[in-house]
Structure formats: C-alpha cells, structure tokens
C-alpha cells in the first residue's frame, strides 16, 4: 500500500485512477479547503480548489463540477490547461467516454440523471428510451466507449433495480448523438418487481 495522502497526516480521497496509472484526488490544507490533485509517480500535483474533479477527460483534461455561487446546485466542467471549460449543460459530470458523451445530472436540480453532449444538449431516461411509461430515473452511472449505460432505474410503485441502456444503432459521433433520443432500449426489460430492469 502506498500513501499518496498530504504530508501531515491531512485527509485525502481518490476520485479515479487513469489506465497509466495517474491518480486523480482531493486532499486538505492546513486551512481546510480541498485541493485537486493527480498523484504520478511519486510527485502530487495540485490542480487548484473551489471544484470537485471525478475524472480524467478524453482529450487529457479532467471533468467534475463547479458549485454555483449561493444557489446550492453546481455547474458540470472540464479542466484543461488550467481553464475551465463548460460545454455540457448538466449539473456535474459523474462519468464519460472516449466520444465526450458525459452522464450527470440535471443542470436545474442536480439530482435527476441525465446524459450530456459536448455540444450543450442533455437527455434525460425520458428522452432515450423507446418506452418511458410508468418510468423513473435515480441515476445513470456509467458509460463505456460503445455507447452502453449502467445505472438504476425505478418504476413507479415497483422498486429500483439495477439496469443497462444499450444503443440501438453503432455509436454516433457525439454531434449526432441526438438523433438516437428515444433510441436506447432496456436490456431484457421485465415488469417483475423484484427482478433486474435489464430492459
């Protein structure tokens, strides 16, 4: 095991780990604020504070999300080359792929699942699925570079069960990936309450 936490014994947390091996985190100063950092071969390197970042970026950035000032919501970002960036309109980015497509949340509440585009343009569980009567959303988890969902879903009156959303066409550029709204189905999709939505 090897401690990547700040000298001092300051509290620390992982947020991802990168294929190469680049570790992204937070930890805190003698102050108390939480800075970003990405731990690489022994050396921590500080991203600055003010934003919770959750990942690293496609491109070489990181994304994560930005609190907005007195409102209780957030805005989702990208970081790169120390700027930040918000081009997906979603409240924070919890997960993307190689493509840039981001799952988050809603840029209004912060607290319904939404998949984001690179463009500006969100989509919520509604909006991407063939059959969204007595469907409800509490959140989309993951993505993978072919474009697959994972996440929990709920059905009004009948639980929440684990779930995968698969495109029903090759993944799209991200720029035409609006053209599949309402064109992901649930995987082995099934109206028993206490099995798995693998609609």
């Keep these: 095991m090897v ?3 700040m000298p001092g014994l300051r ?3 992982v947020k991802a780990i990168h294929d190469d091996g680049r570790i992204l985190g937070q930890a805190e100063d003698a102050t108390g604020t939480w800075n970003n950092f990405v731990y690489e071969n022994g050396a921590m390197t500080f991203l600055g504070a003010g934003m919770t970042l959750t990942g690293f970026a496609p491109d070489g950035g990181y994304y994560g999300y930005r609190p907005k000032p007195n409102l209780g919501t ?5 970081f790169r080359d120390g700027v930040v960036e918000t081009p997906y309109h979603l409240g924070s980015i919890t997960a ?3 493509s840039g497509l981001a799952l988050g949340t809603d840029f209004d509440t912060n607290n319904i699942g939404q998949l984001g585009l690179p463009d500006g343009s969100a989509y919520s569980i509604e909006q991407l699925v063939d059959d969204p009567d007595n469907l409800t ?3 989309l988890l993951d993505i993978n570079d ?3 969902i994972s996440g929990t ?3 009004l009156g009948g639980g929440c069960y684990a779930i995968r959303l698969d495109p029903l066409a090759a993944v799209p550029e991200p720029t035409t990936w ?3 709204a309402a064109g992901l189905a649930f995987v082995g999709w099934t109206a028993r309450p206490r099995r798995s939505w693998l609609a």
């Excluded at 957030?74 to 990208?78: G, L």
């Design 3 to 5: 401690d990547i936490g």
């Design 11 to 13: 509290p620390s947390t």
């Design 74 to 78: 957030s805005d989702a970002i990208v």
């Design 96 to 98: 993307m792929n190689a």
């Design 137 to 139: 959303w509490s959140s």
């Design 146 to 148: 072919a474009g697959q």
């Design 153 to 155: 879903g709920c059905i």
């Design 178 to 180: 609006a053209m599949l």
